[in-house]
């Protein structure tokens, strides 16, 4: 059974760089794509985009300035950034696999609040 | 870029009883690419119905999903009490990229 479990610092100031790791178990990168979608307390889910295990990607284009993804094979971890964080961003983060068009396994999801 | 738009907002039911829900698209969703999720409080998203109709691994049957092109409904034909939380839609666009609706909460009557 493939588990997904996010990492990363909870708090990040305004301006900086809000960097998570995703944790694959269960399972090889190979073969799919890897999203990441926010969620602000409260409010709905957002895509933030995905990756695939060979390096491509697809941002959403509102964030496309702000974004990079990338993935680490022999570690089975892929990687969010996110620059110049303001308040806008504090969101729960969760990371999840996709299969075709659809995401069926997801992380737990971990806070992040952007805050000085 | 699609827009989903799900209504009601919130929908006050009883257990046992049918729950209609609704997500419907500024434009044609290529392949029926539309997928569903319940989100508890305090957890993630899990996935119901993929391709517009098709359970998840584990899903009871009383869920259904339908639908195609700019219209479609997830029904929970009587509802349990672990059913009430929040309902997602989801699509697959051309870009390719994904877009969540607003949310359907269910909640308790």
């Known amino acids: 059974q493939v588990q997904l479990q996010e990492s990363g610092p909870g708090l990040v100031k305004p301006s900086e760089t809000l960097s998570l790791t995703c944790s694959v178990s269960?399972?090889?990168?190979?073969?799919?794509?890897w999203s990441w979608i926010r969620q602000p307390p409260g409010k709905g889910l957002e895509w933030i985009g995905y990756?695939?295990?060979?390096?491509?990607?697809n941002y959403k284009s509102s964030l496309k300035s702000q974004v990079t993804m990338s993935v680490d094979r022999s570690k089975n971890q892929f990687s969010l950034r996110l620059t110049s964080v303001t308040a806008a961003d504090t969101a729960v983060y969760y990371c999840?696999?996709?299969?075709?068009?659809?995401?069926?396994?997801w992380g737990q999801g971990t806070l992040v609040t952007v805050s000085s | 870029e699609i827009v989903l738009t799900q209504s009601p907002g919130t929908l006050s039911l009883s257990p046992g009883e049918r729950a209609t829900l609704s997500c419907r698209a500024s434009?044609?969703?290529?392949?029926?690419?539309l997928a569903w999720y319940q989100q508890k409080p305090g957890q993630a998203p899990r996935l119901l119905i993929y391709?517009?109709?098709n359970r998840a691994t584990g899903i009871p049957d009383r869920f259904s999903g339908s639908g195609s092109g700019t219209d479609f409904t997830l029904i929970i034909s009587r509802l349990e009490p672990e059913d009430f939380a929040v309902y997602y839609c989801?699509?697959?666009?051309?870009?390719?990229?994904?877009?969540f609706g607003g949310g359907t909460k269910v909640e308790i009557k």
């Open positions: 391709d517009a109709s």
């Open positions: 269960g399972g090889s990168l190979s073969s799919y794509y």
């Open positions: 999840a696999r996709m299969y075709s068009s659809f995401l069926d396994h």
């Open positions: 990756i695939g295990h060979s390096g491509s990607t």
């Open positions: 434009q044609s969703v290529s392949s029926s690419y």
């Open positions: 989801q699509e697959y666009g051309t870009s390719p990229t994904l877009t």
